[in-house]
């Protein structure tokens, strides 16, 4: 039976690992603590951290244990990898509230029962710095000609590198070091962009306490042609419901291109490499039932069951072939029409799902109207162009009567 480093390595995952084959025997044949940081940058996590949150998933039920480090030190900061410009600077308040948000997500897909994982935050031990000290203790084990050679920094120099970002990589290092002694820490994963400032973390534990650390660093979520996945129209797949809806994020798996398919069960999934391979054979429209499944349980890992229910209903509704279908009709605005906000109401007896607004006003009292799969619990709800998804919004009267409502420009 594979190893967990293994079945990382199958479902590519892996992009480098430092002492590649301790790092094989360390996640296979042991048990470790090892950690992923998340700088609360926005306020949801969003598509591009769930990947590595899937890595931890398989190692945590592998029985190694995470460390989830909210980055509120290293935030005030920024990061510039993978950066062509400065990041904007947020206020320790919207960094504060950041981090919460993380932790409550995060809880959603690790264990953080007594002895399963750990979270923290490095502002506990960063914001309380003496920077004298810091350089003399730390800084002095840095090499400014090796730091630049970083891709990270490398990449900046032309457009402007700030004293300040230049900083980043011996923060981050610290974090490490700071792990390694509090807990034990001896593996970091990040995206495979992080490659350099990992290394520096590894370097500076032997440099400091003599003892072996590891880095692994990840694929990032791209598609076939390299380019990161997780872009809608509207900005980035959120993983808060309130900023991607249910139905949204269900909508973009749905509608991944063939070729992308196959890598995106074997990474964001926990489906078995079997049944996966049985999908890569297929080609075309066979590939379909691979995006239906992809959607549903990448929505089910993310927002939960009844509601990757929900969005496959209303998918269904709208582009299946379902029993539903055949109640379906369209109505088509224009931008016009929802220039100052559509009163639900009105819509509603435009759409003649309503024969009157005070029956629109009864179905929506009664909790009997949907739009986009979300209960409409206001009278006075306006349909605004971010009602629109892709062009096109769904509305639902009771459970089975679906009306199609088109905006063109």
């Not at 923290?120 to 840095?142: P, Q, S, T």
């Not at 890598?263 to 691979?290: H, S």
């Not at 109401?345 to 739009?371: F, H, N, W």
């Not at 009771?398 to 409502?405: D, E, F, P, S």
Request: overall charge negative; aromatic content about 10%.
């Amino acid at each position: 039976m594979p190893g967990v480093y293994d079945t990382l390595l199958e479902r590519g995952y892996i992009a480098q690992a430092t002492h590649e084959e301790d790092v094989r025997h360390l996640l296979n044949e042991g048990k470790t603590t090892y950690y992923v940081g998340f700088d609360p940058t926005a306020d949801s996590l969003h598509v591009g951290h769930f990947l590595p949150i899937m890595v931890m998933a398989h190692l945590q039920r592998a029985g190694h244990r995470p460390i989830a480090l909210i980055g509120g030190g290293t935030t005030m900061v920024g990061d510039p990898s993978d950066r062509t410009d400065m990041r904007k600077m947020l206020s320790a308040d919207e960094i504060s509230k950041n981090a919460d948000i993380f932790k409550e997500q995060l809880s959603k897909f690790l264990d953080f029962s007594e002895g399963k994982a750990i979270m923290i935050d490095n502002a506990e031990w960063l914001m309380k710095l003496n920077y004298v000290d810091f350089l003399r203790e730390i800084g002095v084990h840095f090499s400014v000609n090796r730091m630049l050679t970083a891709e990270c920094y490398r990449s900046r120099m032309e457009k402007g590198l700030s004293f300040i970002e230049f900083n980043y990589m011996i923060m981050q290092s610290y974090d490490f070091l700071e792990l390694h002694n509090r807990f034990g820490c001896s593996l970091q994963i990040g995206g495979d962009d992080q490659w350099s400032n990992i290394l520096s973390g590894v370097d500076l534990i032997r440099r400091m306490k003599g003892n072996d650390a590891y880095g692994l660093t990840l694929n990032l979520l791209t598609t076939k042609e390299g380019v990161k996945m997780g872009k809608t129209q509207k900005g980035a797949l959120w993983i808060d419901a309130n900023k991607t809806s249910p139905y949204e994020f269900y909508q973009y798996w749905r509608n991944v291109h063939d070729d992308d398919v196959i890598n995106c069960l074997k990474l964001l999934t926990f489906l078995p490499m079997e049944r996966i391979n049985e999908y890569a054979a297929l080609k075309g429209e066979q590939l379909n039932g691979a995006k239906q499944l992809l959607a549903y349980e990448l929505t089910d890992i993310v927002h939960g069951r009844d509601a990757a229910g929900k969005a496959a209903e209303l998918a269904g509704a709208l582009f299946g072939s379902g029993s539903n279908t055949e109640n379906l009709t369209t109505t088509h605005l224009t931008a016009n029409d929802i220039v100052s906000g559509l009163a639900i109401i009105d819509l509603l007896y435009m759409c003649k799902i309503a024969p009157s607004k005070s029956e629109a006003r009864r179905l929506i009292t009664q909790g009997g109207i949907y739009v986009n799969g979300e209960q409409v619990k206001a009278i006075d709800f306006l349909i605004t162009e971010s009602s629109f998804i892709e062009g096109e919004l769904l509305l639902k009267k009771g459970k089975k009567t679906y009306h199609k409502v088109i905006i063109s420009q």
